[in-house]
């Protein structure tokens, strides 16, 4: 177990580091800081010299490989920290300075036990991207295949692994101060940011994210995803075919080949809403690095570290969201937030809609080109504090999704609205999915599973509740030492400040996940 000075010490030089980029600023003048942590940020910066303008991409880069897939997040979250910021954290997502080759040569090798031409016929020094956790070089297969070969950082995981620690630890800390900061539950936040991380470090798992996605999208023309090699696949290296196209953030290019740039905006929207809401199963980094344009207008994904996933339920809830909010129906809006428990029972629905209506309606009466699915997120974020509605990661995840699909379809059409393509969508699957004929199967699906797991509900009570003479019952765990909260001991004033340096990093994750304000 890592000893809290060695978290206090990691946390000091993150925050200096920060400081000295002028990246703590957003943090400082966040009215939603706790008045503690804004303090500890004018200390952290105390004796610093820092830019005039903020350089957070420099700043994360400096921090390390766990602060880099922060500050990758935050680039995706130009309406929380301005599109300044986030124009400067893009450098963050494929343009950092690559390995050594002769490292990367090692790594291939050591994984496979032989040498790299018994694998590959050529295999180009140059990386054609270098990311916080990998890097990506072309190669030709020796069966001629041309592919592109991503193998991770040497030493990353190690490196992930003690900086997530640190991550948790302050997690809980935060956590226990109450408020607001227990509203947001960081450490749940941070368990799921580990579990996307975790994903990452492993590229079979990537690999086999990649073939579930394009299982699930074989049906939907006009979309692909690369085959992947298998043989030349494992933990530390990933193989794929290559991919020959213009990346989707060079219009001017495009042009140039002649593709109806609003027919690939709508494509692709209508492929993200596939892949969310009927497939319950989505690329979760669509950024402009991460998407390709093929000579024949087929659009074409890389890069499965962070996928996200819905269940069927919470899939209706957000379809009934999106068509309720389009449709000026907030009452019903307002119903599903109940019923997904998503706000506590205790408020009331109808103050609940009349909250949402304050938000939906000034959008509703906007000229189409100026309505954003961003800007309609991001309000309805900004009423969960007065409804006291918990972080919902699963919703965040494909919120920044979404707001990053409309950013780049934005971009290749300045005129599409993101409603007028989504709605017809959207009512199709709920007519199929919450009309009568689904409500039936639905019913009967659910009856005959629930008498399918009758005798397993049995055995489990067996199990609970055993006759005299069993096992007994499992003594209850015993609750972690935290240096502040209901459980702590008291200690010397350096303990005491822990707190404050806890709450400064997690607030900066907060951020970083789009999760503070």
């Given at each position: 177990?890592?000893?809290?000075?060695?978290?206090?010490?990691?946390?000091?030089?993150?925050?200096?580091?920060?400081?000295?980029?002028?990246?703590?600023?957003?943090?400082?003048?966040?009215?939603?800081?706790?008045?503690?942590?804004?303090?500890?940020?004018?200390?952290?910066?105390?004796?610093?010299?820092?830019?005039?303008?903020?350089?957070?991409?420099?700043?994360?880069?400096?921090?390390?490989?766990?602060?880099?897939?922060?500050?990758?997040?935050?680039?995706?979250?130009?309406?929380?920290?301005?599109?300044?910021?986030?124009?400067?954290?893009?450098?963050?997502?494929?343009?950092?300075?690559?390995?050594?080759?002769?490292?990367?040569?090692?790594?291939?090798?050591?994984?496979?036990?032989?040498?790299?031409?018994?694998?590959?016929?050529?295999?180009?020094?140059?990386?054609?991207?270098?990311?916080?956790?990998?890097?990506?070089?072309?190669?030709?297969?020796?069966?001629?295949?041309?592919?592109?070969?991503?193998?991770?950082?040497?030493?990353?995981?190690?490196?992930?692994?003690?900086?997530?620690?640190?991550?948790?630890?302050?997690?809980?800390?935060?956590?226990?101060?109450?408020?607001?900061?227990?509203?947001?539950?960081?450490?749940?936040?941070?368990?799921?940011?580990?579990?996307?991380?975790?994903?990452?470090?492993?590229?079979?798992?990537?690999?086999?994210?990649?073939?579930?996605?394009?299982?699930?999208?074989?049906?939907?023309?006009?979309?692909?995803?690369?085959?992947?090699?298998?043989?030349?696949?494992?933990?530390?290296?990933?193989?794929?075919?290559?991919?020959?196209?213009?990346?989707?953030?060079?219009?001017?290019?495009?042009?140039?080949?002649?593709?109806?740039?609003?027919?690939?905006?709508?494509?692709?929207?209508?492929?993200?809403?596939?892949?969310?809401?009927?497939?319950?199963?989505?690329?979760?980094?669509?950024?402009?690095?991460?998407?390709?344009?093929?000579?024949?207008?087929?659009?074409?994904?890389?890069?499965?570290?962070?996928?996200?996933?819905i269940d069927r339920r919470a899939r209706q809830w957000l379809a009934e969201i999106l068509y309720g909010l389009t449709t000026g129906n907030y009452r019903r809006v307002a119903e599903i937030h109940f019923e997904a428990q998503y706000v506590p029972s205790y408020h009331s629905v109808d103050e609940f809609a009349t909250a949402l209506r304050a938000v939906g309606e000034p959008m509703r009466g906007r000229p189409v080109s100026e309505l954003s699915v961003g800007q309609m997120l991001d309000g309805l974020f900004a009423i969960t504090r007065d409804f006291d509605m918990q972080t919902q990661p699963h919703l965040l995840l494909l919120q920044k999704t979404m707001v990053m699909v409309e950013g780049i379809a934005t971009q290749l059409d300045p005129q599409i609205n993101m409603w007028d393509v989504s709605a017809p969508f959207v009512r199709s699957w709920i007519r199929d999915e919450l009309g009568p004929e689904a409500a039936i199967a639905d019913r009967v699906r659910e009856d005959i599973d629930t008498l399918l797991r009758l005798p397993g509900l049995i055995r489990r009570i067996e199990d609970k509740y055993p006759p005299k003479g069993g096992a007994p019952e499992a003594p209850p765990l015993p609750e972690i030492d935290l240096i502040v909260g209901p459980n702590r001991r008291r200690r010397n004033w350096p303990a005491q400040i822990l707190p404050f340096l806890a709450g400064g990093a997690l607030v900066a994750a907060a951020h970083a996940l789009g999760l503070w304000g």
């Open positions: 177990m890592t000893h809290p000075a060695t978290h206090l010490r990691r946390l000091l030089g993150w925050g200096r580091t920060l400081a000295r980029h002028g990246a703590l600023r957003g943090i400082e003048s966040d009215p939603n800081t706790p008045a503690p942590v804004r303090t500890l940020c004018k200390v952290a910066r105390f004796g610093t010299r820092q830019p005039k303008t903020p350089d957070y991409a420099g700043a994360f880069r400096a921090v390390g490989p766990a602060a880099i897939k922060l500050g990758q997040t935050l680039a995706t979250r130009p309406d929380l920290v301005g599109e300044e910021a986030a124009h400067n954290l893009l450098a963050l997502q494929d343009n950092l300075p690559p390995v050594d080759f002769a490292l990367i040569r090692a790594e291939i090798e050591r994984t496979f036990e032989k040498p790299l031409e018994a694998l590959y016929a050529s295999f180009d020094p140059v990386p054609i991207g270098a990311a916080s956790i990998a890097q990506v070089h072309r190669a030709k297969t020796i069966e001629g295949r041309d592919v592109a070969v991503k193998v991770l950082r040497p030493g990353v995981r190690e490196k992930l692994a003690r900086d997530i620690d640190t991550y948790e630890w302050a997690a809980a800390h935060l956590e226990a101060l109450g408020g607001e900061a227990s509203r947001l539950r960081p450490r749940l936040v941070i368990a799921n940011f580990k579990r996307w991380t975790v994903r990452e470090l492993d590229l079979r798992r990537e690999a086999a994210s990649a073939s579930e996605l394009a299982d699930k999208m074989r049906a939907h023309a006009g979309y692909r995803v690369p085959a992947i090699d298998w043989d030349r696949t494992n933990g530390r290296v990933l193989t794929l075919d290559w991919i020959d196209g213009i990346k989707i953030s060079e219009t001017a290019a495009l042009d140039a080949a002649g593709h109806d740039r609003k027919d690939l905006a709508k494509r692709l929207v209508i492929a993200f809403l596939t892949q969310a809401i009927s497939g319950g199963y989505f690329h979760a980094d669509m950024h402009q690095g991460n998407l390709f344009v093929e000579a024949d207008g087929t659009i074409t994904a890389i890069d499965f570290g962070i996928m996200g996933r």
